[in-house]
């Protein structure tokens, strides 16, 4: 048995017991003949590293290395030799793009408005329209602190479904999924409008984060919990039912259908405190960007890829379900050997058995490249 599988068994072993709550999905939209997620590169990542892509000290992206890291990746992903046909296989002129990001760690991470406007290049490079893209993301305070209007061209929508927490007005009334976690009052997380009935394609943009009550926030955690409402609810005490909420939210049409591209932007990682980051102590450096159309290959990947820096650092694994590491919020903010949840970095072996992706390391082909 590898280490890391004695870990798992370990921490299955002493966390407490786990019962999986009953979901009721309501969609009227029916999957398409191949599905976004796991797309047509199952099991299949491409990793590209830049040692020049970032700057540690001021944390400044260089454009031009950022640049030829999306192209090294997306040709290498498709088997294309230019880049504009390799996005052609997943974005049409004709599609309403959304595109992903994560804000929830600004300004100390967030998908790098560097990142993005290479996206955004790209899918005009293919023949989409500026007014046919879209960059979203929940909160609005998040998402407008990042200034993504600065790099993107005019006409691109920049969109937060909720301009105050809490308001509806921006989600799906007719499609959502129901459960009741903690006899909360509001038992329903609707989908975001412009998820269900605007955009035809999605391009998700997560970080590579720690996140204290899924293990990690990747590709998964940041298309289910950043397109849906009322997701906070999942959480109470040292509780979160992230195992199989992430999943169940991801899989909903036409979310798994659309998402049909993850850039994974690790330019910039947190290694503990997600996904927040209040101490920029817990910042990391992995300069690298994953490619692929599986969600569930690339974050099983930024399992190993977090889990290893707090073995580095001297912090509990990822893996750690302990009850004894368990504190309070505000230990777990400064001490990596204190958790606030118990961690569920099995949501993504979970989405893998609803058929979002390929979890199973000997499964996985990564190709690695240098730029």
Same mark, same amino acid.
């Given at each position: ?16 017991? #786990? ?23 199952? !099991? ?39 880049? $504009? ?69 005019? !006409? ?55 996140? !204290? ?12 919990? !950043?397109?849906? *409402?009322?997701?906070? $609810? ?21 979310? #798994? ?23 920029? #102590? ?5 300069? #690298?960007?994953?490619?692929? *159309? ?35 919020? $505000? ?41």
């Amino acid at each position: 048995m590898r280490r890391r599988e004695f870990l798992q068994v370990a921490a299955a072993a002493t966390a407490p017991e #786990r019962k999986l709550p009953k979901y009721r999905v309501v969609s009227h939209y029916p999957p398409a003949a191949r599905p976004g997620m796991p797309g047509p590169y199952p !099991g299949s990542v491409v990793s590209v590293h830049a040692e020049k892509c970032i700057d540690a000290a001021t944390r400044a992206p260089d454009a031009a290395t950022v640049r030829a890291m999306m192209a090294r990746g997306m040709c290498a992903l498709t088997g294309d030799k230019d880049e $504009r046909d390799a996005w052609a296989r997943f974005i049409a002129p004709s599609d309403v793009v959304g595109i992903k990001v994560n804000c929830s760690g600004a300004p100390q991470i967030m998908s790098s408005p560097v990142v993005v406007a290479g996206i955004v290049r790209n899918l005009m490079a293919v023949g989409v329209q500026p007014g046919a893209i879209w960059i979203y993301e929940r909160f609005a305070d998040q998402l407008e602190s990042v200034h993504y209007d600065r790099y993107a061209p005019e !006409g691109v929508h920049i969109r937060a479904a909720e301009s105050r927490r809490g308001s509806a007005g921006s989600y799906d009334p007719a499609t959502y999924v129901e459960t009741t976690f903690f006899d909360e009052e509001d038992t329903r997380s609707n989908m975001i409008r412009l998820v269900a009935t605007r955009f035809t394609k999605i391009v998700n943009v997560p970080n590579m984060k720690d996140h !204290g009550a899924a293990g990690v926030t990747g590709c998964l955690k940041n298309i289910a919990y !950043g397109s849906f *409402s009322n997701v906070a $609810r999942s959480h109470s005490g040292a509780v979160t039912n992230t195992y199989s909420f992430i999943g169940t939210l991801a899989a909903v049409e036409p979310l #798994r259908s659309r998402t049909v591209l993850q850039v994974m932007d690790g330019l910039h990682g947190v290694w503990h405190g997600g996904p927040f980051a209040p101490h920029r #102590r817990f910042g990391f450096y992995p300069k #690298r960007m994953l490619f692929g *159309s599986d969600p569930v290959a690339i974050d099983r990947l930024l399992l190993d890829i977090i889990d290893d820096k707090r073995k580095a650092e001297h912090a509990i694994s990822v893996w750690d379900r302990s009850p004894k590491h368990l504190g309070p919020s $505000r230990d777990h903010q400064n001490d990596p050997n204190v958790n606030e949840f118990v961690r569920e970095p099995g949501h993504i072996q979970y989405a893998a058995g609803l058929g979002l992706g390929v979890y199973d390391p000997d499964k996985i082909k990564v190709a690695s490249f240098e730029v």
